[in-house]
């Protein structure tokens, strides 16, 4: 039972185009949800993140905008660069738990 | 120290041997998870300890795989009796609240 759904699982933009990754969730008790990001040989980093009482966040080139009647949430990266060429992740967590974590979005950005 | 530390980085062991995992958080940080990543599978959740409350174990794969956390500060994770599918990137983080984990840089375990 996958309990966030991230797609697309790859994602190629060209440098200064708009990469967006789409999150959907089923949990309604989650109130929480972040978005790291992970270079080749590292662990994840925490990007940005959101609760549920607002419908975007922005910061710098990148902003999460949230639908909680939908149950999903994205990820923008606005004027993408090479330098953001990475694995995205959104994860989801209620209270008292551990993040949940979507399969991953491998995105490259062509210079 | 600065960030999570994970140690071995990278473990070649044989099917059917045991194997030890170890965490050091970031000091004060009451929260220590584990997790799995397999490629193409994503982060996995295993294990989360906090602070001093019975450890949510509910991600643990099998009763092959067990963890504890010592003194609220540095985990192993034990692997018994390794399997193939065993082979994947063992992540740990911790957080000081439930906001902003920091993870390490993993161990890269393969079972052969």
């Known amino acids: 039972q996958q309990q966030v759904k991230q797609s697309p699982q790859s994602l190629i933009v060209q440098k200064g185009g708009i990469s967006i990754i789409n999150c959907a969730y089923e949990?309604?008790?989650?109130?929480?949800f972040p978005w790291y990001q992970q270079f080749p040989g590292k662990g994840p980093a925490l990007l940005i993140a959101?609760?549920?009482?607002?419908s975007e966040k922005k910061e710098g080139r990148f902003t999460i905008s949230f639908n909680k009647s939908a149950k999903q949430f994205s990820l923008h990266i606005m004027d993408s660069q090479p330098g953001d060429s990475a694995t995205y992740f959104c994860a989801a967590e209620q209270a008292g738990t551990a993040l949940i974590f979507g399969k991953g979005t491998t995105l490259s950005v062509s210079s | 120290g600065a960030g999570v530390s994970q140690s071995p980085s990278n473990k070649v062991t044989e099917k059917g041997k045991d194997v030890e995992l170890r965490c050091d958080p970031i000091?004060?940080?009451?929260?220590l998870y584990w997790y799995r990543q397999s490629l193409g599978q994503g982060l996995e959740f295993l294990i989360y300890f906090q602070g001093n409350s019975a450890p949510d174990k509910s991600g643990l794969p099998s009763d092959r795989f067990s963890a504890e956390r010592t003194g609220g500060s540095v985990s192993t994770l034990t692997i018994q009796r390794t399997q193939q599918e065993d082979s994947a990137v063992y992540l740990c983080?911790?957080?000081?609240?439930?906001?902003?984990?920091?993870f390490g840089s993993g161990t890269r375990l393969t079972v052969v």
């Open positions: 000091s004060g940080h009451t929260a």
């Open positions: 959101i609760r549920p009482d607002v």
């Open positions: 983080a911790s957080s000081r609240d439930r906001y902003g984990y920091t």
């Open positions: 949990n309604t008790a989650f109130d929480y």
